[in-house]
C-alpha cells in the first residue's frame, strides 16, 4: 500500500516565489526523505529527516517532520525557473533496514 | 553524475523479445535496487540486492530476472513482457541495505513494449 502521499498534485508558481510541498504517510517511520526529479531522469537525493528530528535545511530548502500528524513539507525558498522538477517524498519504514517508500511526487513549474 | 549508470537509455522490444538492462555503481555501495515508474503510480520497488545477495523480491513476475554478479553491476532480464511492463525502470545504489541510507540514482531506461 501506498505510504507517502505528496500534496498538491501540482504547482505552479513565478521565480522567486516560495513553493511549498506537504507529504503525509501512515505508519511509524524511521526516516522521510525528499527527492526530485527532471523529467524522464533519475531522481536525486535531496534531504533526509529522521523521526527525532522536526527540522533539516539545506540551501534554499527547508523541510519539517510532524510525527504526531504523520506529515512533512518541504519549502523552497525563492524559486528558480531550475527548480522546475516532480518532488517525491520516500518514507523509510521502522524496520532496520532500507524499505523506501515513495508517494506519486508533486510536479513543480517555475515561469519566469 | 551521481556515480550511477544505467544503459541503455531507450529500448523498445516486442512481446516475444529479449533483453536485458544493465546498471554500474562506481560509489563502493553495497546494496543495489530496481525501480519501476508507470506513469501516475508511485515508484514501485521490484528487487533489492545486499552484498549480492538478493534481500527483496516484491510479487514482481517472473518474466522479469534480476542478476547481481558482483557489487558493482546490477541486470534486468526481460523475457516475453506485457504492454503494461511499459515504464521508467530505475536502478539505484546506497551505501548499506540499513535505515537511514539515501539511494543514488541512475538515469533510468525507458522501456517500451509493442
Known amino acids: 500500500s501506498q505510504q507517502g502521499e505528496e500534496d498538491p498534485q501540482a504547482l505552479s508558481i513565478q521565480e522567486g516565489e516560495n513553493a511549498t510541498m506537504n507529504c503525509s504517510y501512515k505508519?511509524?517511520?524511521?526516516?522521510l526523505q525528499w527527492y526530485r526529479q527532471n523529467s524522464g531522469r533519475g531522481l536525486v537525493h535531496l534531504i533526509l529527516i529522521r523521526s527525532n528530528e522536526r527540522e533539516k535545511h539545506s540551501g534554499r530548502l527547508r523541510v519539517t517532520l510532524d510525527t504526531s500528524k504523520k506529515s512533512s513539507s518541504l519549502l523552497i525558498t525563492a524559486s528558480r525557473a531550475a527548480d522546475t522538477a516532480s518532488y517525491f517524498c520516500a518514507t523509510d519504514l521502522n524496520s532496520g533496514y532500507s524499505t523506501l517508500t515513495f508517494g506519486k511526487g508533486t510536479m513543480l513549474l517555475v515561469s519566469p | 553524475e551521481t556515480g550511477v549508470t544505467q544503459t541503455p537509455r531507450h529500448l523498445v522490444m516486442g512481446m516475444t523479445n529479449k533483453k536485458s538492462l544493465k546498471c554500474e555503481q562506481h560509489l563502493g555501495h553495497n546494496a543495489m535496487y530496481w525501480y519501476k515508474q508507470s506513469a501516475k503510480k508511485p515508484l514501485e520497488l521490484m528487487f533489492v540486492?545486499?552484498?549480492?545477495?538478493?534481500?527483496e523480491n516484491n510479487s514482481v513476475p517472473s518474466r522479469f530476472s534480476p542478476e547481481c554478479p558482483n557489487s558493482s553491476h546490477l541486470f534486468l532480464h526481460l523475457h516475453t513482457l506485457q504492454p503494461e511492463d511499459s515504464a521508467l525502470y530505475l536502478c539505484?545504489?546506497?551505501?548499506?541495505?540499513?535505515?537511514?541510507?539515501?539511494?543514488?540514482f541512475g538515469s533510468g531506461t525507458q522501456l517500451s513494449v509493442l
Open positions: 505508519t511509524s517511520i524511521n526516516n
Open positions: 539505484a545504489s546506497s551505501r548499506h541495505w540499513t535505515a537511514n541510507e539515501k539511494l543514488f
Open positions: 540486492y545486499s552484498l549480492e545477495e538478493r534481500v
